[in-house]
């Protein structure tokens, strides 16, 4: 059974930090990409950051270039996201998703909220 299991989320005043992780069983996790998704309200899903197979390739969303970062630990089977200078627009539920050339899996998300 292929779980995903996002956590670390929650509220954040601006200029704050959090760190997620994304737990995964039931699938080889070395064998795919890795990556973090956010839907805001009333918006789009859209990509935040991925790791490949190759933990030292990854890529970024423009919007969160030099604040966030994503890395994963194939021993531990899970994935982060460490999200640095934290902004109201960053609010949103955070997805975790696992792809390969067959299959695409996604976790059931944890909200993150910024805010004073």
């Known amino acids: 059974q292929v779980q995903l299991v996002e956590s670390g989320g929650g509220l954040v005043q601006p200029g704050g930090s959090l760190r997620l992780s994304c737990a995964a069983s039931g699938f080889s996790f070395s064998s795919y990409s890795m990556s973090w998704y956010r839907q805001a309200p009333g918006k789009e899903r859209d990509l935040v950051a991925t790791v490949f197979r190759n933990p030292y390739m990854t890529n970024y969303a423009d919007s969160v270039k030099g604040r966030f970062t994503i890395s994963r630990d194939n021993a531990k089977n899970t994935v982060y996201l460490q999200m640095n200078s934290l902004k109201p627009e960053d609010t949103a539920v955070y997805y975790c998703?696992?792809?390969?050339?067959?299959?695409?899996?996604w976790g059931q998300g944890t909200q993150v909220t910024v805010s004073s």
């Open positions: 998703n696992a792809e390969s050339r067959w299959w695409d899996y």
